[in-house]
Every structure is written in structure tokens, then in C-alpha cells.
């Protein structure tokens, strides 16, 4: 298949185009490169996927662009005739869009109207996009299912990735474009975003410095490795959402409808107290942290859990990394990437 992988130079985006690549899918990767994190990360991920691409038989081109400029998406979709859109690309972090909201508007929004719009004319067979657990906002019924309503969402990111399920549902009802959404809880792993915890933590720990943890460390949290998401993402992308013939309009299912789109969490479906990640970290690192215990962030969720089962049934979707095993994998990337400190 030819495959469009929107933000491949960020942190999924990369591991799911070089899954592709290595199954010799061709890949059309597009991204802005912006500073919200350091750009050199970034290039480093970029030609690790031109490397990748000369390993295999799988195509491979790079357009450094934004896609809230729509003369960029339309000239990547005149230019190439895909079988299947992953949009990965958004502004993320949760405590950024407290301060920078319009960034998260033309990134979240614009962007995705103008990937949406695109598909639509281009008659894609399939658009999957990246949601987020923080769409359930003040729900505390756990495990979060997507079958339940997720209308509360606790800060404007989290609004934003909502916004595009919703504007996904309407193209899907219009036009019989079918889109899969899926909704991440937190992901980690090599090539990590400096921004994440688990890099900052690494940082500190390595630099003798103390590491934060708010809501006095009893978060918990689905973490999830990097390379079982890229194959959820990719075996979700795989199977076009399709839709539901029991969908009932008096009591609607909030992850189907009668148009050929839905939503998925894709998780671990297994919380782990922030404390007991920390200590996995502690010891792959061999060095004790430095623990300041802080009150809870605006705007932080206290918990997530995955309820998985949709993906599972509907994709055969099972992770399969302990937060042991995932965290020694980042650990053993990081040192090799910065070299040991």
C-alpha cells in the first residue's frame, strides 16, 4: 500500500512509518519540524527512516510542511494517490495549550480539516487518526470505555483532540469516509518526546537533580510501549472502519455509528502507580531519584485505565511490553543517543 504518515518525524509518527517501511509498505512522511521540542531529535528520527527506506523495496519520501497550510496538503495529495491516511501530526502536551491555545487550534484543528478535506476529494480508502485518553476529562468511571461518553474533557488539548473525532464523524456521515480514531494513553519508549515524564525523570536522575511528581506521586497511569501503539495504529489502519448495522439512533453508541467510523483506546489496559514506574526507571538506571512531591497540575487527569477490548476484538491488538522491559529499552536508547553521563 502507499501510506501517508502525518508528523513522521514525532514520536509515533516515526515508529509507525518504520514499521511500514520494513513491511515495504511505501511511505509519503510529512511534517513541520517545529521547536516545540528540540528539531535535532527529530532530523535524527528522519534519517533513521531514509535508512530504513534503502534496507527495503518500500518507497520513501519526506515533505517538510504544515499541514494548516492547505496549499501543502493539496499539492502532497495531487502529487501522490493513497490507499491509506495515519494523521499523527498535532500539537500535544497538556500543559502548553494552557498557554498557547491558538497553537493548538491551527495544529489541531485547521490541520485536520484541511487532512479531512483531502481524503474526502481524494477518495481515501481509510483515514486513522490520533485521539487521546485525555478526551475523558473528568470521567472517573475506570477502565475508560469508549462506549461511554467522554464530553468533559479537563483542558483545551484535550478539547481540541474531541473536536476531531466529532469532525471526523460528520465527513465519515457526509461523504461515507471512513475513519478510525484512537484514543492514546501514554505512550513511552526509545525516541521519546523530551517533553514526557520519562525523559525528564532521566535527565534528572542522571544529573543528580530531583525529579517532580505531582499529585504527591499517586498518579496512575496505562502506560504503553511505542512499539506495541505502532502496531495497534497500524493493524487499526489495516481494517476501514466500517458501520456499525446495530447502531441505534434512541441510544447511541458513542464509539460506532451508523456512518463508517469509530473509536478505539489503544492502552495497556494496566495502571501502574507513577511511584512503581519511577522505581523501574531507579532500576535501569542503577541510580536512586531524588523525589520532590508536588499537588496536583491544572488541568491533570489523577488516572487513566485502557479498556482495550474493542481493538483487541475488532484487530487481534494485545501489547505485549511490561513497563520493566520498556523502560530498560528507553534507558538503553538513551544512553546510547546522549551517551552515559
Not at 501510506?3 to 509518527?13: N, Q, Y
Not at 473536536?163 to 460528520?170: D, F, G, Q, T
Request: net charge neutral; glycine share 8%.
Amino acid at each position: 500500500m502507499k501510506v501517508l504518515v502525518t508528523g513522521a518525524a514525532g514520536f509515533i509518527g516515526y515508529h509507525v512509518a518504520r514499521r511500514l517501511l520494513e513491511r515495504g509498505d511505501e511511505v509519503v512522511g510529512i511534517d513541520s519540524i517545529n521547536d516545540y521540542y528540540d528539531p535535532q531529535i527529530k532530523q535524527a528520527r528522519l534519517r533513521l527512516l531514509a535508512e530504513a527506506s534503502r534496507g527495503t523495496n518500500a518507497g520513501y519520501h519526506f515533505i517538510h510542511g504544515n499541514l494548516a497550510d492547505h496549499s501543502v496538503v493539496d499539492g502532497c495529495f495531487a502529487d501522490h494517490a493513497f490507499d491509506r491516511v495515519i494523521h499523527l501530526a498535532a500539537q500535544a502536551g497538556v500543559r502548553y495549550s494552557l498557554e498557547n491555545p491558538r497553537t493548538y487550534v491551527e495544529s489541531n484543528i485547521v490541520a485536520f480539516t484541511n487532512i479531512l478535506e483531502a481524503c474526502r476529494s481524494s477518495r481515501v480508502g481509510h483515514l486513522t487518526y490520533a485521539s487521546t485518553s485525555s478526551v475523558y476529562g473528568a470521567n472517573t468511571d475506570m477502565p475508560f470505555s469508549e462506549h461511554r461518553p467522554a464530553d468533559h474533557p479537563l483542558q483545551f488539548y484535550a478539547a481540541t483532540k474531541r473536536a476531531n473525532e466529532l469532525m471526523a464523524h460528520s465527513y465519515s456521515h457526509l461523504f461515507g469516509l471512513p475513519t478510525t480514531g484512537l484514543r492514546f494513553f501514554t505512550v513511552y519508549g526509545p525516541w521519546g518526546r523530551p517533553d514526557m515524564a520519562l525523559f525528564l525523570f532521566t535527565r534528572s536522575i542522571l544529573a543528580g537533580e530531583p525529579i517532580k511528581l505531582f499529585n504527591n506521586g499517586n498518579h496512575t497511569r496505562d502506560f504503553t510501549y511505542v512499539e506495541d501503539i505502532a502496531e495497534g495504529v497500524i493493524r487499526a489502519s489495516a481494517s476501514p472502519a466500517a458501520a456499525n448495522p446495530a447502531w441505534d439512533s434512541s441510544h447511541p453508541d458513542p464509539a460506532t455509528s451508523s456512518a463508517p467510523w469509530r473509536i478505539f483506546n489503544i492502552g495497556n489496559n494496566n495502571p501502574v502507580k507513577l511511584t512503581a514506574y519511577v522505581e523501574a526507571l531507579e532500576s535501569a538506571l542503577g541510580r536512586k531519584a531524588v523525589i520532590q512531591l508536588l499537588p496536583l497540575q491544572a488541568g491533570d487527569v489523577p488516572d487513566t485505565f485502557a479498556d482495550t477490548s474493542a481493538l483487541q476484538a475488532a484487530v487481534g491488538y494485545r501489547p505485549r511490553t511490561s513497563v520493566t522491559e520498556g523502560v530498560g529499552r528507553f534507558v538503553e536508547w538513551y544512553q546510547g543517543y546522549f551517551g552515559r553521563r
